[in-house]
């Protein structure tokens, strides 16, 4: 680990915001700031094996994303299904295993379906765990949790913080010690609402599709800064 890291969280989360804005101050399509965007995700998946950390999440459609035009909602579906497709052999060969959070049923079959593949053909991977949120809740993740737990006819004294967490989609990650939101807005957004009760906030103006090495070292410091008291009175 880079000295200047002082502490290196093992988890990153990253709501990538600004894709459009990003665009429209060039006068392009908001379909290329998406395009560029995933430029972005291949340079911070390659950092974070650089700085060694071992879980990268990205927000990359939440549940409310479907409300957009048509048009948009299709580009990202077709944008996410060539990514898979086209970075699984590298993503497999530099050790990532990739994982997937929300839910695949209401996606195009296809889509699924090779969201499935590359999380099968990387399933042995120990480098980094690289997941990423696509058609996700926090809240629909929350429901699905409760209707599993009373599926299985758990006991009411044996649901505890332990428990619901093995029964969200997140069961086999940390819980992210960095939580990045770039473009300046300061939301979640309906992003890890159980799993980022601790986390460290870390806010850029930075637009995803410029979002780069250097800005995720600036994150990873300013997290390293900061006094984690959990509710005492000092971290020391
Ligand atoms: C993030 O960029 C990508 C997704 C939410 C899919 P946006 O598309 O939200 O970009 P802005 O916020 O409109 O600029
Ligand atoms: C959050 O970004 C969702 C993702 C990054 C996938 P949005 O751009 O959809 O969030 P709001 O609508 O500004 O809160
Ligand atoms: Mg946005």
Partial sequence: MPEEFKKLPTHIAIIMDGNGRWATARGLPRAEGHRVGTEAVRRVVRSCIDF????????????????RPQEEVNGLMMLLETVVV???DELHREGVRIQHIGRLESLPAGLGAKIKKAVEVTRNNQRLVFTIAWNYGGRDEIICAIQNIIKDGIAP??????LVSGYLFTSNSPDPELLIRTSGEQRLSNFLLWQTAYSEWVVTPVFWPDFDKEDLRKAIIEYGNRDRRF??????
């Avoid at 004294?157 to 332990?162: A, H, K």
């Fill in 52 to 67: 060694g950390i071992k879980y990268l999440t990205i927000y990359a459609f939440s549940t409310e994303n479907w409300a």
């Fill in 86 to 88: 086209n970075e699984l």
């Fill in 157 to 162: 004294e044996n649901v505890t913080e332990e």
């Fill in 231 to 236: 509710g005492k009175v000092s971290s020391k």
